[in-house]
């Protein structure tokens, strides 16, 4: 799915969305790209001359692919909030120009809250990998 098609299942909108395209590849799976363009807000101070994908913002592109597989379950009236980021590591930098791709993974599910694993990468090699969870709230 597309922006477009994204904006129906999830809260975000720019310049928060953060995920250019989804699939959810079964019930527990999904995959997400977002292109870097370098106009992104987060990169006029991170830093200048030299921009870098922030960390936080890497999390938050997982999270949000992490989110498509939680659409079904909330229904309209509950968005999914961050509990918990646990193991991750950054392990390349991401700039403006890359294509992140992200693979992610529901682990468990204990109603409200979810579980999952999610990584980036950027031209084949590992950029970030983590744990998340997250609470469907009314």
Do not use: W
Not at 21 to 29: G, L, V
Not at 44 to 62: D, R, S, T, W, Y
Not at 73 to 102: C, H, M, Q, R, W
């Amino acid at each position: 799915m597309k922006r477009d098609e994204l904006k129906k299942i999830l809260p975000h909108r720019e310049p928060m969305l953060l995920i250019d395209e989804a699939e959810k590849i079964d019930n527990t799976t999904a995959t997400g790209r977002y292109t870097v363009t370098g106009d992104e807000f987060f990169l006029q101070g991170h830093f200048p001359g030299n921009p870098v994908v922030p960390g936080v913002i890497l999390c938050e592109i997982i999270a949000q692919t992490s989110c498509v597989l939680l659409a079904d379950l909330g229904g309209a009236n509950k968005t999914p909030y961050f509990t918990s980021l646990n193991k991750v590591k950054f392990k390349e930098k991401v700039f403006p120009g890359d294509t992140i791709e992200i693979t992610c993974t529901i682990t468990r599910s204990k109603p409200p809250f979810y579980f999952a694993s999610g990584s980036g990468s950027v031209n084949g090699k590992i950029a970030v990998v983590g744990e998340f969870s997250f609470a469907l709230i009314e």
